[in-house]
């Protein structure tokens, strides 16, 4: 289970970089004009439009609370488990699987709006990847 483990927080935390990095989505408007924002573009988008409130909103529940998540898993895996991390895990877990909510109702939004054509580009399936990896390595750091 420790090899499992060891394989995925790698994965997991080199998904979610690659995933705050690479562009989610790719939105075309009247056929000559694309989109790629990433996540991070988006929410300094939000923040330079004067949406402060919705900007934190979106930091803390797409970065904020998954970057916690994973730093919680590698210090649990690395005292064994004796420190509070597991607590403070299971606290933040609840909140784990919003961001992804979040970004699907971004995309759903743009879609349904029939002002942009919107296709899903890497740096979704990188967040996704980061997102699933990251809850299997909670469910295996509670059982050890």
Do not use: N
């Not at 005292?79 to 919003?98: E, H, I, P, Q």
């Amino acid at each position: 289970m420790r090899y499992f483990l060891a394989i995925l927080l790698p994965i997991s935390t080199f998904s979610f970089a690659l995933g705050l990095t690479q562009p989610l989505m790719r939105f075309e408007r009247l056929y000559f004009l694309e989109d790629r924002p990433t996540l991070i573009e988006m929410i300094s988008s939000l923040w330079q439009e004067g949406d402060a409130a919705l900007a934190a909103i979106v930091a803390l529940f797409s970065i904020g609370f998954p970057a916690v998540k994973i730093m919680l898993i590698h210090v649990a895996v690395m005292t064994g488990g004796k420190t509070r991390s597991l607590a403070l895990l299971s606290m933040v877990s609840k909140w784990s699987m919003l961001d992804v909510m979040l970004v699907a109702l971004v995309l759903f939004a743009a879609k349904t709006s029939g002002l942009a054509a919107a296709a899903i580009l890497p740096g979704l399936w990188f967040y996704a990847a980061a997102t699933l990896t990251t809850a299997m390595a909670a469910s295996l750091c509670r059982r050890a």
